[in-house]
């Protein structure tokens, strides 16, 4: 029995950039943190008493003979791309529901490859699991994903990730901030569910489409990232300007696609400004899902009564990234 656990991510600037057809050409870099909501995923080879190979159990559940009959896309092409021969039962559960923005998708690859080479006895490195998790999403799948969220996952922690470079290659700095600040910056975020988005994957097609057309606003987005990280390094009481940030971010992104956000995503937006919100942007590809809003701790209070029909989730950053929590081979 196998047990891993994968965190979510969230992307503060330079989302979009990490996507190939942009950073190829012009390379790309995000700024991120993962939080401590995280994908789980059991796995085991399944004992031969039953009349099927392959039990999957996530929001549906599948029974089959062969891979070829999984319907799940990053369960099939992840036993393909790992040879799995023997029948293997296959669980996932999650802190936070599909489609929310923060990388789920990505988190239940890099959590299953994860599991899958520890079904078979192997230890790989999180930079494997990251290139291993990004082929499978855009190669064997065929999915609009960028290299980003799988990339957090796999690593963990707060980081600058680049794309590009010699051999399109993936660089991961950790950003250093001090105990202190990095808890004024935790406590000034707050993290809000605003509904399903309808059509993720069509806004993440249409983004990738306009990306040729959208060179200058993304330049800028990704400018943003070492911007984002010069604040960190200067005193806590700079900290205001990470949330300016946020906003100039939102504006621009809101430009890359007219799928990006909505009225009613405009209006939760802008009820947090008039409520003491500084600044703040959608943590998806658009449409729905998360937002994270940063907010002083002086006004946290108006802000919370001001979005008290939303969801609202705490959370914390975390640093393991994908790991094994469980590991038994009898």
Known sequence: MIITRTPFRIS????????????????????????????????????????????????????????????????????????????????????IPALSGIGSSSSFTVGLLNALYALKGELVTKRRLAFDAIHVEQNLIGEPVGSQDQTAAAFGGFNRIEFGGKKDGIFVQTIPINGEKLEYLQNSLLFYFTGFPRYAS??????????????????????????????????????????????????????LTKLISNGSIDDIYQAAINAGAIGGKLCGAGGGGFIVLFVPPENQDKGKDKLKDLLFVPIRFENLGAHLVFYSTT
């Open 12 to 95: 503060f600037f330079g989302g979009g950039t990490d996507y190939p057809v942009f950073f190829k050409e012009h390379g790309g870099a995000v700024l991120s943190t993962t939080i401590n909501k995280y994908c789980y995923i059991t796995c085991r080879y399944l004992p031969p008493f039953f009349d099927y190979k392959f039990r999957i159990r996530y929001t549906n559940r599948e029974e089959t003979q062969t891979i070829d009959e999984i319907v799940h896309p990053s369960v099939r092409e992840c036993l393909r791309y790992m040879g799995i021969e023997k029948g293997v039962e296959i669980v996932h559960s999650s802190d």
């Open 202 to 255: 069509e806004v993440a097609k249409e983004q990738i489409v306009q990306t040729p057309n959208k060179v200058q606003e993304l330049n800028l987005m990704k400018e943003m990232v070492d911007e984002g990280i010069s604040i960190l390094n200067g005193p806590v009481e700079r900290f205001h300007e990470f949330g300016k940030l946020l906003h100039e971010s939102w504006m621009l992104k809101r430009k």
